[in-house]
T-cell receptor, first 113, second 112 residues
């Protein structure tokens, strides 16, 4: 198993644009969480999905949205990009978020110019 | 707001010396706490979690509710321990690791 995979690896956008980031969890994992990691800081929780339902949302504006598909993969969408959205976006998956370890992907590096 | 504080951004010790990475959390009930590690060019991974009370790679962490701390300790540091270490807590009153609040990390360097 390749572990959690994320695409793209990195991308560059300009202010006001929209971006979609993708995450494929480990096989058998039904929960996906998204984190934003700004340079020099720890990861900050954005969303959690479990069994295709949103189970938690961090303190992020409505420009951020996500969904989970029937195969448990997930997308994170960010509209009207701001310079401050430049960060590493991490995805983590687990079998059952209440009891299991979360496994992180390599991240997508987003740069907003 | 729930907070996790790691007061040291950088920590440097010599090989064989004891190491302690500090972590303090804002109080709310009985939190579930974790230590994550990120080695150079690798993914963030769980090192240990409070509920399992395991010792991983010689590291241990004790929850001190009175001081609201969860410091990570190892009696004899090795060069391969050089990495970034993050302390985290599950958000709210559950054990859901997938909704964690992270500290800003401590970079540990173990010198030969």
């Amino acid at each position: 198993d390749a572990g959690v995979t994320q695409s793209p690896t990195h991308l560059i956008k300009t202010r006001g644009q929209h971006v979609t980031l993708r995450c494929s969890p480990i096989s058998g994992h039904k929960s996906v969480s998204w984190y934003q990691q700004v340079l020099g800081q720890g990861p900050q929780f954005i969303f959690q999905y479990y069994e295709k339902e949103e189970r938690g949302r961090g303190n992020f504006p409505d420009r951020f949205s996500a969904r989970q598909f029937p195969n448990y993969s997930s997308e994170l969408n960010v509209n009207a990009l701001l310079l401050g959205d430049s960060a590493l976006y991490l995805c983590a998956s687990s079998r059952d978020p209440r009891t299991d370890t979360q496994y992180f992907g390599p991240g997508t590096r987003l740069t907003v110019l | 707001a729930q907070r996790v504080t790691q007061p040291e951004k950088l920590l440097s010790v010599f090989k064989g010396a004891p190491v302690e990475l500090k972590c303090n959390y804002s109080y709310s009930g009985s939190p579930e706490l974790f230590w994550y590690v990120q080695y150079s060019r690798q993914r963030l991974q769980l090192l240990l979690r409070h509920i399992s009370r395991e010792s991983i790679k010689g590291f241990t962490a004790d929850l001190n509710k009175g001081e609201t701390s969860f410091h990570l300790k190892k009696p004899f540091a090795q060069e391969e321990d050089s990495a970034m270490y993050y302390c985290a807590r599950a958000r709210g009153f559950n054990t859901n690791a997938g909704k964690s609040t992270f500290g800003d990390g401590t970079t540990l360097t173990v010198k030969p």
